[in-house]
């Protein structure tokens, strides 16, 4: 069941003194957070499902309030828990767009067919997303760290002039790298 799960937010602090939580969104979907029902809350002591009693929009954050949860100290507990939902409640994306678990983890291939490396991470710029990629490349320094495997960050803008194909099926992302992005 755990792949089946999805983190949507994460708790940030309580709200108010009635047991209300803010949570930080990890979707592009703020209005997503009135459809929310059951949720499942994990931290590092705590793992379970709770029922949303009341949901709404606080400028950029969720407030939440799960059933049992009627106090700020009750809600204080809550902090630093992600709020996962099962992946079939995402809500539907149009064809062509991603969720940012399915591309993090893809190897990154040119155009050319070298292999940058990994999707570690993704920034949100405001402008445009950029796509961390980790390389990985054998350490030539001798010693304990001969042989290793190290690597660095290549950042890769998020646009349709570079990212030419994302394929989930073969777990790749192809790209074309604007002249300078990487060093030689």
């Given at each position: 069941?755990?792949?089946e799960?999805?983190?949507?937010?994460?708790?940030?602090?309580?709200f108010?003194?009635?047991?209300?939580?803010k949570?930080?969104?990890?979707?592009?979907?703020?209005?997503?957070?009135?459809?929310l029902?059951k949720?499942?809350?994990e931290?590092?002591?705590?793992?379970?499902?709770?029922?949303?009693?009341?949901?709404?929009?606080?400028?950029?954050?969720?407030?939440?309030?799960?059933?049992?949860?009627?106090?700020?100290?009750?809600?204080?507990?809550?902090?630093?828990?992600?709020?996962?939902?099962?992946?079939?409640?995402?809500?539907?994306?149009?064809?062509?767009?991603?969720?940012?678990?399915?591309i993090?983890?893809?190897?990154t291939l040119t155009?050319?067919?070298?292999?940058?490396?990994?999707?570690?991470?993704?920034?949100?710029?405001?402008?445009?997303?950029?796509?961390?990629v980790k390389?990985?490349e054998?350490?030539?320094?001798?010693?304990?760290?001969?042989?290793?495997?190290?690597?660095?960050?290549?950042?890769i803008?998020?646009?349709?002039?570079?990212?030419?194909?994302?394929?989930?099926?073969?777990?790749?992302?192809?790209?074309?790298?604007?002249p300078?992005?990487?060093?030689?």
């Open positions: 069941m755990e792949s799960l999805v983190t949507i937010g994460k708790i940030v602090a309580p108010g003194l009635k047991g209300e939580v949570v930080y969104p990890y979707s592009d979907f703020p209005e997503r957070c009135h459809l029902e949720v499942l809350l931290g590092k002591d705590y793992r379970g499902f709770k029922v949303v009693k009341k949901a709404f929009i606080h400028k950029y954050l969720w407030v939440l309030q799960f059933e049992g949860c009627e106090t700020r100290d009750d809600a204080g507990a809550l902090t630093g828990m992600m709020v996962k939902i099962l992946s079939s409640e995402r809500v539907p994306l149009p064809e062509g767009a991603y969720y940012f678990d399915q993090i983890g893809l190897d155009v050319e067919g070298e292999k940058l490396g990994i999707v570690e991470e993704i920034l949100r710029t405001g402008g445009n997303d950029v796509y961390v390389t990985e054998e350490s030539e320094s001798a010693g304990k760290n001969a042989g290793k495997k190290s690597g660095k960050q290549i950042l803008p998020a646009l349709k002039t570079v990212v030419q194909e994302i394929n989930l099926e073969k777990g790749y992302l192809l790209v074309k790298l604007p300078g992005l990487v060093d030689e």
